[in-house]
């Protein structure tokens, strides 16, 4: 099983809509999370990360983390055309000394015009 | 901002054959790594770097080797390819906590 899972696989909303993705650890000394984005044919580009409990919100992204049920989620309001992309919760425990980032394998956003 | 170049972008090697996948960084990182990336596994770590002279086997190290000669550069190498290597490659340097930056990744195809 994946220690890091996503949901949905794929998501389509209309532009302007709200997007919400999902994301549930299955390991609970995971401490730092991330959302990276793909656009087609580029590499991930990190998008926001989150640490503590709670919303972060940049613009029109907004990130929750709640430790207690390992759940983190991105909500991207107002969706455009543009946030067509593949994004990915990534999660990492830097206190095993292991300076890896587990990804999870992504959700596939469509937002139709 | 910090830039992660990959070459080739695209490459086609045959069964057997030996291919090398090389990475560049100008941000001074002491970490890099290697993913593959195919769809519905999302991206898996093949091995990863703290420094020049160090190589770490990551989540799916069998079949690949590394190579950190320099803070700059980070080698991929398959001595024997084969078709299950098929796949993305993308290069990262950074850390875990920060941030990693990504290569724009190179297209391998083994026949």
């Known amino acids: 099983q994946q220690k890091v899972q996503q949901s949905p696989e794929s998501l389509s909303v209309p532009e302007g809509g709200m997007a919400s993705l999902n994301c549930t650890s299955s390991d609970r000394n995971f401490q730092y999370f991330w959302w990276y984005r793909q656009h087609s044919g580029e590499g991930p580009k990190a998008l926001m990360s989150i640490f503590s409990d709670g919303d972060k919100k940049e613009g029109r992204f907004t990130a929750h983390l709640n430790k207690a049920s390992l759940h983190v989620s991105l909500h991207i309001r107002d969706s455009q055309p543009s946030d067509s992309a593949l994004y990915f919760c990534?999660?990492?425990?830097?206190?095993?000394?292991?300076?890896?980032?587990?990804f999870g394998s992504g959700t596939q956003l469509t937002v139709m015009p | 901002e910090a830039a992660v170049t990959q070459s080739p972008r695209n490459k086609v090697a045959v069964t057997g054959g030996k291919v090398t996948l090389s990475c560049n960084q100008t941000?001074?990182?002491?970490?890099m790594y290697w993913y593959r990336q195919d769809t519905g596994h999302g991206l898996r770590l093949i091995h990863y770097?703290?420094?020049?002279?160090?190589?770490e086997k990551g989540d799916i190290p069998d079949g690949y080797k590394a190579s950190r000669p320099s803070q700059e550069n980070f080698s991929l190498i398959l001595e024997l390819a084969t078709p299950s290597q098929t796949s993305v490659y993308f290069c990262?340097?950074?850390?875990?906590?920060?941030?990693?930056?990504f290569g724009p990744g190179t297209r391998l195809t083994v026949l």
């Open positions: 941000n001074n990182h002491n970490n």
């Open positions: 990262a340097s950074g850390d875990p906590v920060y941030e990693q930056y």
């Open positions: 770097s703290y420094g020049a002279g160090s190589t």
């Open positions: 990534a999660a990492s425990e830097p206190s095993s000394g292991s300076w890896q980032l587990i």
